[in-house]
Nanobody, 115 residues
């Protein structure tokens, strides 16, 4: 049972990137999915969450208008589209699956925003 993240690397300020998080060994369709980030020297912060059906998403203030969380329950995958990247977005990003059945975390993906 695990969440496997893909994507990551270096992106220029103002650029866009999409993170993916695929579940292995369990199905995501009953889980609330979320994306978090942890910047160097700081505590983790929530970016966005999406309900199991995918019809309702919520965003942190810093992510509103720039990030979009989505999910494809048939592909057992959740995504985070990040646009208008800022230097302050440099962080390790984690996906999370939560329900009363369990709480799982992806391995983390490092993103560096730099010119």
């Amino acid at each position: 049972v695990q969440l496997v993240q893909s994507g990551g690397g270096l992106v220029q300020p103002g650029g866009s990137v999409r993170l993916a998080c695929a579940a292995s060994g369990f199905t995501l369709r009953r889980y609330i999915m979320g994306w978090y980030h942890q910047a160097p020297g700081k505590e983790g912060e929530l970016d966005a969450t999406i309900n199991p059906a995918g019809g309702s998403a919520r965003y942190a203030e810093s992510a509103t208008g720039r990030f979009t969380i989505s999910r494809d329950n048939f592909k057992n995958t959740v995504y985070l589209q990040m646009n208008s990247m800022k230097l302050a977005d440099t962080a390790v990003y984690y996906c999370n699956a939560w329900s009363v059945m369990g709480n799982y975390w992806g391995q983390g993906t490092q993103f560096t925003v730099s010119s």
